[in-house]
């Protein structure tokens, strides 16, 4: 059972390129979310989605696409990669939350630098 | 207590004393916390969650206590081991699910 699976697990972009963020689970999850990470600070979500062919805006959502397309993926766009995109990026799923309960389950994480 | 920008307050504790780290959060409408654990290079992980109708939640070697009338959480780690060092996130979030919203974290050390 692999769970939350992101690849790739580092990427150097240079400024204006345009890459996506791959993230898979086989836990047959509902809710499946995007983070970032920045150094000494706790995680900002953002993008998620309830279900293939929802999704809505976390906290950060500049300059970053998603779709869902099936329960299984979530990719995360950057449509033109700036250096305030250097991060640690993570993608999480869990069990829709409507029993009250919304543990996520987090991929390794994807370390992207921006030149 | 927190501290702001790059540098995430941190507990140094001794091997086999127990450990408390603290979380205040923000949200008075928040009715669920999960407690997370990330070891360096790697991504969060569940460790313990709560309710708000609950005050107090024990696992193995971890409890958690919630103190709504001033927005405390805490997490006690009994006979903290070397595995234990990681940084430790409080997590919120309301209506039960949904978002949830990540504190700072606090870095524990644990010295043999």
């Known amino acids: 059972n692999a769970g939350v699976t992101q690849t790739p697990k580092f990427q150097v972009l240079k400024t204006g390129q345009s890459m996506t963020l791959q993230c898979a689970q086989d836990?047959?999850?509902?809710?499946m979310s995007w983070y970032r990470q920045d150094p000494g600070m706790g995680l900002r979500l953002i993008h998620y989605?309830?279900?293939?062919?929802?999704?809505d805006q976390g906290e950060v959502p500049n300059g970053y696409n998603v779709s869902r397309s099936t329960t299984e993926d979530f990719p995360l766009r950057l449509l033109s990669a700036a250096p305030s995109q250097t991060s640690v990026y993570f993608c999480?799923?869990?069990?829709?939350?409507?029993?009250?309960?919304?543990?996520?389950?987090f991929g390794a994480g994807t370390r992207l630098s921006v030149l | 207590g927190e501290s702001v920008g790059l540098h995430l307050p941190t507990l140094s504790v001794q091997e086999g004393d127990n450990s408390i780290i603290n979380c205040a959060y923000s949200?008075?409408?928040?009715?669920?916390f999960i407690w997370y654990k990330q070891e360096s290079g790697k991504g969060p992980q569940f460790i313990i969650d709560?309710?708000?109708?609950?005050d107090k939640r024990q696992g193995q070697r971890v409890t958690v206590l919630l103190n709504k009338t001033v927005k405390h959480l805490s997490l006690q780690i009994a006979a903290t081991q070397p595995g234990d060092s990681a940084v430790y996130f409080c997590?919120?979030?309301?209506?039960?699910?949904?978002?949830?919203?990540f504190g700072q974290g606090t870095e524990l050390s644990v010295k043999p």
């Open positions: 999480a799923s869990s069990m829709y939350p409507g029993q009250g309960k919304n543990i996520q389950y």
């Open positions: 836990m047959n999850h509902e809710y």
């Open positions: 989605s309830v279900g293939a062919g929802i999704t």
């Open positions: 949200n008075s409408a928040s009715d669920y």
């Open positions: 709560i309710r708000s109708n609950m």
């Open positions: 997590a919120e979030t309301a209506n039960q699910g949904g978002k949830l919203i």
